[in-house]
Protein backbone atom coordinates (compact mmCIF):
# COMPACT_ATOMS: atom_id res chain seq x y z
CA UNK A 1 0.00 0.00 0.00
CA UNK A 2 2.60 2.23 0.65
CA UNK A 3 4.72 3.14 -2.36
CA UNK A 4 7.56 6.02 -3.87
CA UNK A 5 7.93 6.11 -7.46
CA UNK A 6 11.22 8.27 -8.85
CA UNK A 7 11.34 9.57 -11.98
CA UNK A 8 13.64 12.02 -13.54
CA UNK A 9 16.64 10.18 -14.08
CA UNK A 10 18.49 9.72 -17.74
CA UNK A 11 22.06 10.45 -19.51
CA UNK A 12 23.04 14.23 -18.89
CA UNK A 13 26.82 15.61 -19.80
CA UNK A 14 29.19 17.03 -16.98
CA UNK A 15 28.21 19.99 -15.74
CA UNK A 16 24.27 19.37 -15.86
CA UNK A 17 21.51 19.43 -13.99
CA UNK A 18 18.84 17.22 -13.32
CA UNK A 19 15.41 17.34 -11.30
CA UNK A 20 14.81 13.67 -9.65
CA UNK A 21 10.93 13.30 -8.12
CA UNK A 22 9.84 11.05 -5.72
CA UNK A 23 6.03 10.40 -5.53
CA UNK A 24 4.60 9.53 -2.47
CA UNK A 25 0.88 7.57 -1.92
CA UNK A 26 -0.12 5.26 0.86
CA UNK A 27 0.40 7.17 3.75
CA UNK A 28 0.43 10.39 5.31
CA UNK A 29 3.08 12.64 3.55
CA UNK A 30 3.39 15.33 6.26
CA UNK A 31 4.47 12.65 9.08
CA UNK A 32 7.02 11.26 7.22
CA UNK A 33 10.77 12.02 6.31
CA UNK A 34 12.04 11.33 3.08
CA UNK A 35 15.47 10.60 1.88
CA UNK A 36 17.47 10.41 -1.39
CA UNK A 37 20.21 7.81 -1.77
CA UNK A 38 22.33 6.12 -4.42
CA UNK A 39 23.93 3.25 -5.32
CA UNK A 40 26.58 3.05 -8.10
CA UNK A 41 28.12 -0.42 -9.41
CA UNK A 42 29.92 -2.25 -6.96
CA UNK A 43 29.39 -0.10 -3.91
CA UNK A 44 27.27 0.53 -1.28
CA UNK A 45 24.34 2.28 -1.08
CA UNK A 46 25.29 5.81 0.47
CA UNK A 47 22.66 8.68 1.48
CA UNK A 48 22.71 11.97 -0.37
CA UNK A 49 19.99 14.00 1.24
CA UNK A 50 16.58 13.79 3.76
CA UNK A 51 14.11 16.18 4.40
CA UNK A 52 11.61 16.32 7.25
CA UNK A 53 8.65 18.79 6.59
CA UNK A 54 7.67 18.42 9.95
CA UNK A 55 10.88 19.46 11.42
CA UNK A 56 11.67 22.18 8.50
CA UNK A 57 14.91 19.98 8.58
CA UNK A 58 17.04 18.80 5.68
CA UNK A 59 20.82 17.51 5.55
CA UNK A 60 23.34 17.04 2.81
CA UNK A 61 25.96 14.87 2.47
CA UNK A 62 29.64 16.05 1.73
CA UNK A 63 29.72 15.16 -1.67
CA UNK A 64 26.87 16.93 -3.05
CA UNK A 65 26.73 19.85 -0.57
CA UNK A 66 26.00 23.27 -2.95
CA UNK A 67 25.57 21.52 -5.91
CA UNK A 68 21.95 19.78 -4.60
CA UNK A 69 18.65 20.89 -3.28
CA UNK A 70 16.15 18.74 -1.75
CA UNK A 71 12.67 20.25 -1.45
CA UNK A 72 9.33 19.00 -0.70
CA UNK A 73 5.49 19.58 -1.79
CA UNK A 74 3.23 17.93 0.46
CA UNK A 75 -0.19 18.91 -1.17
CA UNK A 76 1.36 16.92 -4.27
CA UNK A 77 2.82 13.98 -1.91
CA UNK A 78 6.06 15.06 -4.15
CA UNK A 79 9.25 15.29 -3.08
CA UNK A 80 12.09 16.82 -5.24
CA UNK A 81 15.63 17.36 -5.84
CA UNK A 82 17.32 19.19 -7.55
CA UNK A 83 20.68 17.80 -8.99
CA UNK A 84 23.08 21.01 -10.60
CA UNK A 85 26.81 20.58 -12.03
CA UNK A 86 27.03 16.92 -12.16
CA UNK A 87 29.93 15.01 -12.38
CA UNK A 88 31.12 11.87 -13.65
CA UNK A 89 31.07 10.46 -10.23
CA UNK A 90 27.03 11.14 -9.60
CA UNK A 91 25.96 8.30 -12.07
CA UNK A 92 24.44 6.10 -10.11
CA UNK A 93 21.01 4.28 -9.26
CA UNK A 94 18.75 7.07 -7.45
CA UNK A 95 16.15 6.03 -4.90
CA UNK A 96 14.10 7.76 -2.52
CA UNK A 97 12.83 6.13 0.63
CA UNK A 98 10.53 7.26 3.56
CA UNK A 99 10.09 6.39 7.54
CA UNK A 100 7.52 7.47 10.13
CA UNK A 101 10.98 8.81 11.96
CA UNK A 102 13.86 10.82 11.11
CA UNK A 103 16.58 8.60 10.44
CA UNK A 104 18.51 11.28 8.49
CA UNK A 105 20.87 9.26 6.04
CA UNK A 106 20.97 5.90 7.90
CA UNK A 107 20.20 3.67 4.97
CA UNK A 108 19.38 0.89 7.10
CA UNK A 109 16.62 2.70 9.26
CA UNK A 110 14.45 3.44 6.48
CA UNK A 111 11.19 1.31 5.71
CA UNK A 112 9.81 2.21 2.31
CA UNK A 113 11.63 2.39 -0.83
CA UNK A 114 11.14 3.25 -4.38
CA UNK A 115 12.21 0.92 -7.49
CA UNK A 116 15.40 3.52 -8.66
CA UNK A 117 15.93 5.76 -11.08
CA UNK A 118 18.83 5.85 -13.33
CA UNK A 119 21.25 8.67 -13.27
CA UNK A 120 24.09 9.14 -15.82
CA UNK A 121 26.51 11.82 -16.46
CA UNK A 122 29.32 11.70 -19.54
CA UNK A 123 32.34 13.17 -18.82
Known amino acids: EEQLVESGGGLVQAGGSLRLSCAAS????????IGWFRQAPGKEREGISCISSSAGATYYADSVKGRFTISSDNAKNTVYLQMNSLKPEDTAVYFC????????????????WGQGTQVTVSS
Open 97 to 112: AADDEYWGLRVDEYDY
Open 26 to 33: GFTFDDYA
